[in-house]
C-alpha cells in the first residue's frame, strides 16, 4: 500500500485547513486509517483515526471538536478537516494505514500501523 498525503501549508491561527491523503495499491475498504502528527523534537503523536466503514472514528482530546477524519472509500482517499487551528497544532501530519479483519474498530497507536504515508507541513502562524 503506499500512501500520499497533501494539503499541508501556512494557515493562520483560528484557521481552516484540511489534508487528504491517497491510497495505492490496496483497495481502501479493507483499510482502518488514522492521521498522527510530530512536531520538531517531539515525538510523533495520534491525532484521529477511522474504521473500515467509516462508522467509528477516534480523536486526541486536544483536537477533539475542531478536527474530522473522514474518508471516501470509492476513490480511496481519507481526510482530514481541521478547523480553529492553533499554533501548536503545526507538525507534519502523517496518514496511516492498517490492514483491518473487522470493519467497526480503529487503531490509535504507531506500533499498529503498517503503512505510512511521507507526511505533509503544516504550520499555524501569523
Known amino acids: 500500500v503506499q500512501l500520499q498525503a497533501c494539503g499541508g501549508g501556512l494557515v493562520q491561527p483560528g484557521g481552516s485547513l484540511s489534508i487528504s491523503c491517497a491510497a495505492s495499491g490496496r483497495t481502501l475498504s479493507t483499510l482502518a486509517l488514522g492521521w498522527f502528527r510530530q512536531a520538531p523534537g517531539k515525538e510523533r503523536e495520534f491525532v484521529a483515526a477511522i474504521s473500515r466503514s467509516g462508522g467509528a472514528a477516534n480523536y486526541q482530546n486536544s483536537v477533539k471538536g475542531r478536527f474530522t477524519i473522514a474518508r471516501l472509500n470509492a476513490i480511496n482517499t481519507v481526510y482530514l478537516q481541521m478547523n480553529s487551528l492553533k499554533p501548536e497544532d503545526t507538525a507534519v501530519y502523517y496518514c496511516?494505514?492498517?490492514?483491518?479483519?473487522?470493519?467497526?474498530?480503529?487503531?490509535?497507536?504507531?506500533?499498529?500501523?503498517?503503512?505510512w504515508g511521507q507526511g505533509t507541513l503544516v504550520t499555524v502562524s501569523s
Open positions: 496511516a494505514a492498517k490492514s483491518a479483519p473487522l470493519t467497526g474498530v480503529y487503531y490509535a497507536t504507531t506500533s499498529q500501523y503498517d503503512y
